[in-house]
């Protein structure tokens, strides 16, 4: 018994000189170290929008771009044709796995930063998104512009962000930017990814993540609506009959 | 002043809903219409996703109508015989709107659909009581005596039943299939029905127009709770903040709508139900007709 817990120590000893050795080597490279204000986003009564701090560090020069990436969903879009004078939805499209939320940053126009092609290796801007349809059978130029009103869509709501210049240098090796979250963002995981450019090229990446929920009574009206519907409508019909009901023997008393 | 509504998942102004639910609940209260008619519009308008507004509107339907009846029945101006006959239409009949929903939907252009058929029925209802109301106005001014109602073959019909409340004798049949009809339409359009009922109580069965407004809220009771009920189980679309919200302004208005109701004259009241419904049918045409900001919409893909 004692032989096995001088071993298990001394795996831990192991195990932990291998994690400090990483981190060590990591900040001696030096390179790019961020942080959020916060790691959870919580929806309350009176959510209208949240705005979250990233900040980091950096120890040589470079280029900062923020990214971030929403919960995927398949969306299907529509077009609105004139028939007889009445406009109609004549044609969609699906596409899959389509961020809800997409915020770009950076500390210089992206243009001047990274080149085209790096761009859309790494989907850095809403037109470099990978957005698949559905349907690969429709027409490219077709698919374009459902894929441009997708995104034009989603730019009206500020849920997909393009803000250059916002990320701020404080003294040359502290920066920061604001990452906003409009009241209709979707609950789910944000993966935030922070990349350093030097010479148009990646010199560093970071990946961190944000949590956004609904905490307190919003969470709970929600999981009873979505777990047990049928007691959940009863009840809601129950409270409007109270109501009512209610309502009226104010009415007759006054 | 900003509140999170949980399952429409987006932030409202509470002023906002709560004085649009007093003037729709003042309008249901006066006419004896859920309301519907102006309140779905009137949310999606602001930004709630068209599912939840109407089903979470069906919900505080429940809640003016009850409030509304509870006023009418005091003043004797329900008459349940005829409530019970065209809730049993009605009941049949939304069975059957809510399969042909479904079947609408698959086929694509719901939306366009429920547009069409408001435009057509309000249309058609706005300018039939308009019409009759203006000519009753100007024959009472002229001391011109109006018959009570029309005897033609509808009376004729069987299975007859005595009405004591309305001062009907007429056939179990016309209430049921009224009701039958009213029931699919609602179910189809997302609405309580009253818009529609109320017109057939007063054109088509010939009740008075005292009695006529508490017996149709007394159906529309039953029929939005269901619909509630349904929508909250299979689409958990109803959003009982903002139900909450628009039942607190709605049973109020609702409470002066009735009180007014008493002292304004029949036909009137009738011109200026006629008058509100064209303008509702004249704001849709327009949105039919118009150019959209982008012909382009997105929604979520249906999983499954």
Known sequence: MPHLTRFSCSMFFCLGITLAGGTSRAVAQGDLVVDLSEKVVAITTGFVGSSLLLFGSVEAPGEIVVVVNGPRTDVVVRRKERVAGIWMNRSQMEFSRVPAFYAIASSQPLESIVPAEQRERLQLGANYLHLPATDPTTPLDEIQKFRDALIRGRQRQELYQATPATVTFVGGKLFRTDIWFPSTVAVGTYRVDVYQFRAGSVANVRHTNVSIRKTGAEAEIYEFAHSRGLAYGILAVLIAVMAGWLANLMFRRT | ?304
């Open chain 2, 1 to 304: 002043m900003q509140i999170y509504l949980p399952i429409a998942e987006m932030s409202v102004n509470i002023l906002v809903i709560l004085g649009m639910g007093g003037v729709v609940g003042l309008v249901s209260g006066l006419f004896g219409v859920g309301g519907g008619f102006l309140m779905t519009p009137l949310l999606i308008f602001i930004g709630i996703p068209p599912a939840v507004a109407v089903a979470t509107e069906a919900n505080q339907i429940v809640a003016a109508s009850v409030s509304g009846v509870l006023a009418h029945w005091r003043r004797g101006n329900v008459d349940f015989r005829m409530g019970v006959m065209l809730l049993i239409g009605g009941i049949v009949g939304s069975a059957f709107g809510v399969w042909l929903f479904t079947l609408l939907r698959e086929l694509g252009q719901i939306d366009l659909v429920i547009r069409l058929s408001f435009v057509v029925f309000l249309g058609t209802i706005g300018l039939l009581m308009l019409w009759e109301s203006t000519r009753t106005i100007l024959r009472r001014r002229q001391h011109i005596p109006t018959k009570h109602h029309h005897h033609n073959w509808l009376h004729g019909l069987p299975f007859k039943m005595r009405f004591r409340k309305s001062r009907l004798y007429i056939s179990a049949l016309l209430p049921l299939t009224v009701g039958l009809i009213v029931g699919v339409l609602s179910a189809i359009m997302g609405v309580g029905g009253g818009f529609i009922m109320v017109p057939a109580m007063i054109y088509v069965l010939g009740m008075p127009t005292s009695i006529v407004v508490g017996t149709s809220l007394f159906q529309i009771i039953f029929v939005t709770a269901n619909v509630t009920v349904l929508q909250a189980a299979t689409n958990y679309t109803v959003d009982i903040v903002l139900a909450l919200l628009l039942l607190i302004g709605g049973v109020v208005g609702a409470q002066i709508g009735a009180r007014f109701s008493n002292r304004l004259p029949g036909e009137q009241l009738r011109g200026l139900l006629a008058l509100m419904v064209i303008a509702v049918c004249i704001k849709l045409v327009f949105d039919l007709i118009a150019v959209p900001v982008d012909p382009y919409n997105i929604a979520e893909a249906l999983s499954l």
